[in-house]
Each structure stands twice: as structure tokens, then as C-alpha cells.
């Protein structure tokens, strides 16, 4: 058969063997594929120069050496239809049909590689479950974000660039690669070469010559520092193993990390206190009864939680980096008690929210909790210790309460009253994409507040949400535009902006009749991305201000205090201030009951499908990595920040058990539905 017959005779004649000529072509695929690969890669480390400034140059080579095996594996799984195709008689053919596959299968991966720019810039991960939270969430709200908020325009002429260099150059290598013509070729040349063929591509797809299992994503942590081993990743194989764990959670591997009863005992010794008693523990992991040590003289009546979008601890001034962008929450914070060395458990808000007023960890395969079926759950957070028949409660919000399911989530708890984005009534600034601004959703919380019934207390649960892309800010702001930090500057702008409101709230409620009866408790939801990451889970972006404020608060318990603590703290450390007993099943602790000797410990994770976890106990952190040995180090937090590596195998290893017990005890209550309160334990 003459698969060339259009070419020019001259070509024909110097044409190459049928079946080499198309081993040749995919093999010039595959070398313009990864040298395609290879430059999206550079711009990535351009575009975070910041971050490799202090990266040895032979960590940064290691990582384009390593991420070449990563785009190996996508560039063999996209070739090897053809490969197999080179069984037909014909082989490839004419080709057509290849190269509009090798064009399409391309053009989508260049896609996600020019995607993950700007991705990693906001997330400090390469393309993970989180893109498919935002696809699953409303597509007319993300879409508004991504038009509003990032330079569109920009990406998709760098993607039609490269995607339009990737595809002349397959032309080119087609051109450049005529068959012969022949009469028929031998099966029995054919297969042997065939096979051979199929078992380099394999091979090429496994990304490594070692026996046993294929390149892994651990494979990329080859070094110390967090953006080299980033750097070595491949957007398109990270976002297809995250597709693949989204069906496949990672249960198993901590659920069978040491014997149930074990566990179960170590995460007891973590979680409990001298003050908790506990209550059916044949059945539920940590149901207790907390009597906290009363030392206020006279407790208060009503608490008030603020949860503040993306406000950093980096960028918070009375936390020891002071650059102007919270004069506001520093002046607050000199009449309160402010924990300087707090974290979230996790890095979106989802994760801000179930852990902070659910009280319950950010774990591995559940990260998107508020959305998944474990989500309707019973959990021992504020609603349920907070209860509608001895409080009255509300929730107010700038959006709408349909993103993330925070209203099914939190109703289904126990939350009653809720205040969003069309409830708010001529407001200064609305956004298209998330909703009113701060100063509105705080002007009408002071409203509700000032209406709430006298016939109980109440609490309530405000959340703030223009420090988030594309950023909600009206036209003419009331501050500043902070300059002098790069692509930070509106980042820090609307953090400043957002500061404003919440001082804008305080000077409104100072005067009203419950104030001086009221807890405020204020905490950041997640920090953000910054240029230093430090350690290996990038621990700056953990890093928030946790703030308590109240008559007494400050001359009781002093001004700072430095126990590590996480957001799962925050519920059993303000309802302990109310000064009675309470049963809960939190998997925190109340932060100012603890023993002196107590520096306090929290676990974290990233959003998305990272699997990196760490447990904080003290000054020092404990990091596993996805596959692969655990890390201990010792961190100190700005306004100089530093980490550094630690060899103590002692410690390591009873850190790394503390970790997974309490991992695996939490995972296994949630599966089993006992995280929340049962009613017979309310009424004991």
C-alpha cells in the first residue's frame, strides 16, 4: 500500500522506511511536547522568581531533570494510541487523524500548564482537586471571578503562543518525516519493532527505570525547598491524580496506621485536659464534659465570632510585621488577648469555616467536607453547644450561603438565621461575583445585633470576604492602595480595606446596650501566598491572627499569649469563657485551660488533594509528605521568620505517631458518624 501517494515524487523517493518514518515522527512529538513543557516551566519560575531566590541552582536543574520524567508520562500516555497504532498495516497512514489528536491532546495539557500559572501564584500548589471544587461550585460565580480577578486576556494569547508553536512544529516534524513507498512490509518485521516501540513508551510512561512502582508524586520532593519540588511537577498529572483520588479516597492508609486502640489512646493524651471528663468512651472517641477554671469576674452573655477572609498573621502589625495594612485590628488588639502563634487548619475557606465553627479537622480526602456526604454529620461545634433553646443566632454573610453549602452545612447543625448578599439592602459597593462589601455586611450584622431579642442571648457568626480575588472594594476607597509589594499590593490593599470595616463595625457597636456584655472573638480563615515559604507545607499560609476580646479579657488573662492552637481551638475556647460546663466532641481544646507546661500542638493540611499533613507542638513541626519519610523542624514566625531541619529520631517518631492517631481516630469517627453530641449527652 502507498500511504504517500500525494507527495512529490522526489519526496517519495527519499522517504523514509514506512514504519520508521512514523516511529519518527512520534518521536519528534514527543521531543517537542517536552521541550514545550520545559518552557511553560521556566515561566512558572519566572513569574516566581521571589520564591527561588534563595534555591541552590542545582536544586532548581534537579527540578526541570525531574519534571522532565513527570512530562514524559503525559507525553507517552498522550502517544501511546498511536503507538499501538503502528500494528495496522498502513501504520499511521496519512496521518491526519494523529496529528489532530497529538493537536487537541496538546493544545488541553499546554492549556492546564498556562492555567496553573497564576493558580500556583494563588494556591502555592500545582492543579489539584481545587480546580474541580470550583467547577463542581456556580459557574456564573466563577467564571465572574476568574474574568474579574485574573488577566485573561494575557493567558490565553500565551496558551493560542505556544499551543500554535506546538501544532506548526508537528506539521513541520510530518514534513520532515516522508514514508517510502512500498508494496507491503513483513509482520514479522513489524511486530517485533511494534513491541519494542510499546515497551519504551511504557516505559517513558512509568517516568523512572527502577522496578517496582512508577514516578510518583513524592518523587518530586527532592529537595529541601518547597518551590523546587513544585517546580518538578506536572500540572496535567497532578490534576489526573486528583481526579483519580476523588473516587478514591485515601482511607485505607491511615485508617490501618497502628491498632484502633492505640490511636484511639494517643489521641485522648493529645486532646484532653485536666478539666474534661469523659463521657461514653466505649463509644464516642472524645465525647467529654469541660469545666473550664472560671477566673472572670463576670462572664459574658453573647459571644460575636468574625471570621476574616484571607487576613494573614505575615501582614498583621501587631503580630510583629507591622507595614501599615491593620492599624485597625493592632488597635484592637491592644485592648484584647491576641494568640501570636495560631493557625488555620487549612488553606481555603471552606476548610476555615467546618474548622472553626464545627470544630472539626481538615483531613485528607475531606477537605471539601461541607460538600460531601459526611458533611450532614452531626459535629460538636457552636450551634450545638450554643443551642436555639438558651441562644438566639445569626449568620451574616456577604455572599450567598449556597457556596460551599454553608447554609445546608450549618443549618444542618443547628443555625437558624441567615444574612446574605440579597438581604442586604442598598449597599455602597456590590460585586457581580461575590457580593456586597465588608463595610456593608458589617453595617447590617450591627443592625441585626442591635435587634436581637432581649430574651436570651445570643451569638453570632459574621464572615468577611473582600479580601478575596477578584476583590470586592468600592470604587473610591477609604484607605490607601498599599504599594511596594509586587502582585501582592491589591492582595494587601483589600486585607487593609477589610481591616477598615472591621474598625468601622467596633466604633458602631461600642455604644450599643449589649456591647460591654459581649465575647468578640476574630480570626483569619486562611492566610495567603507570599514570597517565602516557609518549610516544606509553606507554613506561612497557615498563619493567622486569633484575637479575643471582652470586658476582663485582657486583665485576666494578659495580652499575648503564645500556645500553638488551631481553628478546632477556637468554639471550646469560647464557650469555656462563659464559665460553665459544657459537653462537646471537639477536636480542639480550650487554649486557656491548658497546664503551663502545656505550648499546645494542632494538625494541618493544605486545600485540595495535597496530601501533605503536619502536627504543630510548640516551636516545633512535624511534615509527611505524601509518599515518603517525615520531616522535623523548628520554625520562628515573623517579623523574622526562619525554618530549620531538625535530625532528632525520638522526637520524630513520636510526633509522626501523634499524627497519624489523631488523624486516623478522627477519620474513623467521621466515617462512623459519632463526631457529634448525642442527645442523652446534652441532657447529662
Known sequence: ?????????????????PLLADIAFLLG????????????????LFLNSGLAADIPAADLAAAFVVGLRFDLIIACIIGAPLVLALLLPCGLGKRRLALLWLGFAGAVTLFAAVTELEFYREFHTRLNSIAFHYLQADAATVSSMIWNGYPVVRYLLLWALLTGTYILMLRWINRLTPKRAVAGYRAALRVPIV????????????????????????????????????????????????????????????????????????????????????????????????????????PPRNLVLIVMESFSGEFTGALGNDIGVTPEFDKLATQGLLFDRFFSNGTHTHQGMFATVACFPNLPGYEYLMQQPEGQNGFSGLPVMLDNERFNDVYVYNGHFS?????????????????????IENPVF????????????????????????????????????????????????????????????????????????????????????????????????????????????DLVRFRVPLLILGPGIRETYGALNHTVGTQTDVVPTMVGLLGEPFVHQCWGRNLLSLPETDQGMGMIKPSGSDQTVALLS?????????????????????????????????????????????????????RENRTGVPAQGEKE
Open 1 to 17: 500500500m502507498n500511504a504517500n501517494h500525494t507527495q512529490p515524487p522526489g519526496a517519495v523517493r527519499s522517504g523514509l522506511d
Open 29 to 44: 512529538y514527543v521531543l517537542t511536547y517536552l521541550g514545550l513543557m520545559a518552557v511553560s516551566r521556566g515561566i512558572l
Open 195 to 298: 513491541l519494542l516501540a510499546l515497551f519504551l513508551t511504557a516505559w517513558g510512561g512509568r517516568g523512572t527505570l527502577r522496578s517496582g512502582p512508577p514516578l510518583r508524586w513524592g518523587d518530586a520532593f527532592h529537595s529541601s525547598h518547597l518551590f523546587a519540588n513544585h517546580l518538578a511537577l506536572n500540572g496535567t498529572y497532578t490534576l489526573s491524580k486528583a481526579a483519580m483520588d476523588t473516587s478514591r479516597k485515601s482511607d485505607d492508609q491511615w485508617l490501618s496506621a497502628m491498632p484502633k486502640d492505640v490511636a484511639l489512646a494517643r489521641t485522648r493524651e493529645l486532646l484532653l485536659t485536666p478539666q474534661d471528663e469523659l463521657l461514653e468512651p466505649q463509644k464516642y472517641s472524645l465525647l467529654r464534659r469541660h469545666t473550664p477554671i472560671k477566673r472572670l469576674a463576670a
Open 403 to 423: 457556596w460551599d453549602n454553608q447554609e445546608g452545612f450549618f443549618r444542618n447543625q443547628g443555625m437558624s438565621r441567615f444574612v446574605g448578599r440579597d438581604d
Open 430 to 537: 456590590i460585586d457581580p461575583t461575590w457580593g456586597v462589601s465588608d463595610q456593608d455586611m458589617f453595617a447590617r450584622a450591627a443592625e441585626e445585633l442591635d435587634r436581637m431579642p432581649a430574651d436570651k442571648p445570643f451569638y453570632a457568626v459574621l464572615q468577611t470576604l473582600s479580601n478575596h480575588t477578584p476583590y470586592a472594594l468600592p470604587e473610591k476607597l477609604p484607605v490607601a492602595n498599599v504599594s511596594g509589594h509586587g502582585n501582592l499590593d491589591m492582595h494587601l490593599t483589600a486585607q487593609r480595606y477589610s481591616d477598615w470595616a472591621l474598625g468601622q463595625f467596633f466604633d458602631r457597636v461600642s455604644t450599643s446596650p449589649w456591647f460591654d456584655d459581649t465575647l468578640f472573638v476574630i480570626v483569619g480563615d486562611h492566610g495567603f501566598s507570599t514570597q517565602e515559604q516557609l518549610s516544606e507545607i
Open 618 to 670: 510548640g516551636d516545633q513541626i512535624l511534615i509527611k509528605p505524601p509518599q515518603g519519610k517525615e520531616s522535623l523542624g523548628r520554625y520562628r514566625l515573623s517579623p523574622n521568620g526562619s525554618y530549620e531541619q531538625e535530625e532528632d529520631g525520638d522526637r520524630s517518631e513520636i510526633l509522626a505517631g501523634n499524627l497519624a492517631a489523631f488523624v486516623q481516630t478522627a477519620m474513623q469517627s467521621l
